[in-house]
């Protein structure tokens, strides 16, 4: 990437007293070299974003992070493992997600309504305080901060999720239901940044570099996490990141379905499922989840997802095309059963 050369200009614009946008380089554990627009604020960076309102990051909140203008923000590898680098790698990440929700979306801001949300990011457990605000804290199995693009989209896609109609749920379930969203925002995150160090991918969390050696989660197959990738009446009973499983493997579907080849894994289909389903791009699959939030309920169920992602699906594209049956098809391969309100993605009777 090439950064462009503003250092004569900085210096200028330092002796300014009035706050100003500038775009600078952020040298990332997770991202490599990246530009990230913050503030200058006299002589000090100042990591609070001046085009995307909200969206700010501290390491002792609620004051942003300040840096000398003439100090780089972050390291890099592999001296990375510290605050500002993570707070370079988090404005990046919420960047990315903002203009993904702009541009693939239709999402104004992360709470749809032009706003975002601050975010910190601690070495130890943070003491509560009064939201909102998102808190990213050091892993110390990973050694390093949970702020790659997967991971602050998941985070963020948090705030997305109750911030949609019906806020966060009620229930193990609509928990389990919040959960897997937030892991969607995080793949859509990471595919529209196409960032050459974290290439985007349906896992979350690989760069944090578990000593496993594995993701946090596999979204084409949980059950190589341990959770389900089928609906059952254990769903209701699961912790949340179990019930997520379903909508997950549902979203891979999907985007890709079951055998999408071009270095994508193949997907498993539940039993009593279609024999494959076909895939019609994340842009279309986020689309489509995105629409099906927009009517979400305070007590969301799947059955309730798979209507409202039927309805977007209509809304979007229609009954006719490849879209809504590809829905169809991959909460059938799910095993979460229809519902006689549901849309139908069948071709109106000739006369009507």
Request: net charge negative; hydrophobic share 35%; with cysteine.
């Amino acid at each position: 990437m090439n950064i462009p050369v503003y250092a004569a200009t900085a210096v200028m614009m330092a002796l300014s007293l009035n706050p100003t946008h500038v775009r600078v380089p952020a040298y990332g554990y997770h991202n490599g070299t990246v530009l990230i627009d913050i503030t200058l604020e006299r002589a000090y960076h100042s990591l609070v974003d001046p085009l995307r309102p909200g969206i700010s990051c501290s390491t002792h909140y609620p004051t942003p992070l300040k840096m000398p203008f003439d100090v780089p923000i972050g390291s890099g590898r592999p001296w990375g493992r510290n605050s500002v680098t993570a707070c370079g790698d988090l404005m990046y990440g919420v960047q990315r997600m903002w203009d993904m929700l702009r541009d693939w979306l239709g999402r104004d801001g992360i709470d749809g309504v032009g706003g975002g949300v601050p975010a910190r990011v601690e070495w130890n457990p943070p003491a509560p305080v009064p939201p909102p605000v998102v808190d990213f804290v050091f892993r110390r199995d990973a050694d390093n901060f949970p702020t790659s693009l997967d991971l602050v989209g998941h985070e963020y896609g948090h705030v997305v999720y109750r911030t949609t109609p019906g806020g966060a749920g009620e229930d193990n379930e609509s928990h389990g239901l919040n959960e897997g969203a937030a892991d969607i925002f995080g793949t859509l995150t990471e595919w529209y940044a196409n960032n050459t160090v974290d290439r985007p991918d349906y896992v979350i969390g690989e760069s944090l570099e578990l000593p496993s050696g594995l993701p946090l989660r596999h979204t084409y197959d949980p059950s190589l996490d341990g959770h389900p990738g089928c609906y059952s009446d254990q769903i209701p009973d699961a912790e949340a990141p179990a019930a997520s499983g379903p909508l997950r493997h549902w979203f891979y579907l999907l985007a890709e379905g079951s055998h999408p080849g071009g270095g994508n894994p193949a997907s498993p289909i539940c039993a009593g499922g279609p024999a494959a389903v076909s895939g019609i791009g994340i842009q279309k699959a986020g689309k489509i989840f995105m629409g099906a939030l927009n009517h979400k309920t305070h007590s969301w169920r799947y059955t309730s997802a798979r209507s409202a992602s039927l309805a977007a699906a209509i809304a979007l594209y229609g009954p006719l095309g490849p879209e809504c049956a590809t829905v169809q098809a991959a909460w059938d391969a799910v095993n979460v059963p229809s519902q006689p309100d549901d849309p139908s993605c069948a071709p109106p009777h000739p006369g009507t």
